[in-house]
């Protein structure tokens, strides 16, 4: 008898025992795939074969005639471009990825999905869906660059589209919208107006709404974050090449450009400088006063940021209503030197500390300051007294 409820107790266990298994499998089953899910949308993994089924999408339409630019033939036809790779930890662009060209590195990127873009076509009063014609479309990319990046420039179409020259003067409707597609990037019009600055990487062709540009190695990839002496000096080296690349966005334009997106991974090495990765949110000084104090709303000084570019709510009105009150240097040292840690290290004496904490947050202001150029000039004597004190070889790498 009393072997028989021992038995059944077990057979109890065993089953409660299994039940919970089951349990604890379904769970973490679920949970990884919603993990998975979630990683995948919002880019922060991503699969080779995405790249495959976009690129198989692309050129279809570029056999079908409806994408257009140079690097349509090396990209789809004549495989000159290969082994594709997707870039993680991308967030705004709907494709961003690496691949090889005659042997060299370039990146491929796309801002949205095809359906995502302003249409070139309007609806008119009859319902029927009305079409501009060159002249029309040249106005309307001339006015959106002008609202969108302050400014006017000569050539304008043949500066933003190298490839036009290549269809002569037959502009067909499917060009048209592959010309307004782009007009709608603000990385692909950052880099294409700024093609002769060493700031940001070169533009190499497009396709459709594909562009390559050459590829910069990410400064997060230098694997420098040891606290090691000599991984500390490369950390530092590449402080001095960023306070260079800072003083360049202030004083080569004729309005200053604000980096409104700061991140570590934005900031790569090309020809022994630093350029700037990611343009999406790249503007002049007076495009971020505007977007930041267009009177919207607001319960708190966050509603009225554009990402790190920041300005305050007016508290009377609720409305934002003041243009940008940080800088890119506050947010560097903020977002850079201090939360990515670049500078961070046993080998950084306290001043230098202290002085980039009143930099990354001026007057206690809650980084909604501007870092005085001061701090730049005493951050920079530290910098190259630094690296003349140890002078140690450079890493071919850097
Ligand atoms: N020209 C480039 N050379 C090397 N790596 C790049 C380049 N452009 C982007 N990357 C890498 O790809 C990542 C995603 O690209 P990014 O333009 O920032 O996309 P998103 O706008 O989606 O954030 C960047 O953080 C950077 O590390
Ligand atoms: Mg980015």
């Known amino acids: ?46 699969f080779n074969i995405d790249i495959e089924n976009r690129l198989n999408t692309l050129c279809m339409e570029y056999n079908e005639g409806k994408a257009f630019g140079r690097l349509c033939e090396p990209l789809c036809n004549n495989g000159e471009i290969s082994a594709l790779s997707c870039e993680p930890m991308h967030k705004g662009k709907f494709a961003v ?34 079409f501009p014609n060159y002249e029309e479309l040249v106005e309307m990319v001339t006015q959106s660059i002008l609202a969108n990046f302050g400014m006017q420039k000569e050539n304008l179409m043949n500066r933003l589209y190298p490839f036009l020259v290549d269809y002569h003067n037959d502009v067909s409707r499917e060009l048209m919208i592959n010309l307004w597609q782009l007009s709608q990037d603000n ?149 850079i030197f201090l939360d990515s840690g670049l500078l961070i290290s046993r080998h950084l004496p306290l001043a230098t500390s202290r002085l980039l904490r009143d930099c990354a947050n001026p007057n206690f202001s809650q980084g909604r300051q501007i870092a005085p150029v001061q701090f730049h000039y005493q951050i920079a004597n530290f910098v190259n007294e630094f690296l003349n004190m140890v002078a140690l070889p450079q890493n071919p790498d850097e």
């Open 1 to 46: 008898m009393r072997l028989h409820v021992k038995r059944k107790i077990s057979k109890i266990t065993r089953l409660v025992f299994h039940r919970r298994c089951l349990l604890l499998v379904l769970f973490v089953s679920t949970f990884s795939m919603i993990s998975v899910f979630y990683l995948v949308q919002w880019n922060i993994i991503c």
């Open 187 to 335: 990385e692909y019009v950052t880099l294409m107006i700024n093609q002769h600055s060493h700031l940001f990487p070169k533009i190499l062709s497009s396709c459709g709404t594909y562009y390559a540009v050459e590829y910069a190695k990410p400064i997060s990839r230098l694997n420098i974050y040891s606290d090691r002496l000599e991984d500390f000096v490369s950390r530092v080296r590449q402080a001095k090449l960023m306070l260079e690349l800072l003083d360049e966005l202030q004083t080569s334009f004729v309005d200053p450009i604000h980096i409104c997106d700061v991140k570590l991974e934005h900031f790569g090495l090309l020809n022994g400088r630093q350029v700037l990765l990611d343009a999406d949110t790249v503007f002049p000084k007076a495009v971020v006063d505007r977007s930041v104090a267009d009177g919207r709303e607001c319960w708190k000084h966050s509603d009225c940021d554009l990402f790190d570019c920041r300005s305050l709510c007016n508290k009377v009105l609720n409305i934002c209503d003041t243009p940008t009150v940080n800088n890119n240097l506050q947010t560097v040292c903020q977002k």
């Open 97 to 130: 990825f690496t691949a090889l060209w005659n042997n060299s590195l370039i990146v491929i990127k796309s801002h949205r999905v095809k359906s995502e873009y302003i249409p070139l076509q309007w609806i008119a009063s009859n319902s029927s869906e009305v």
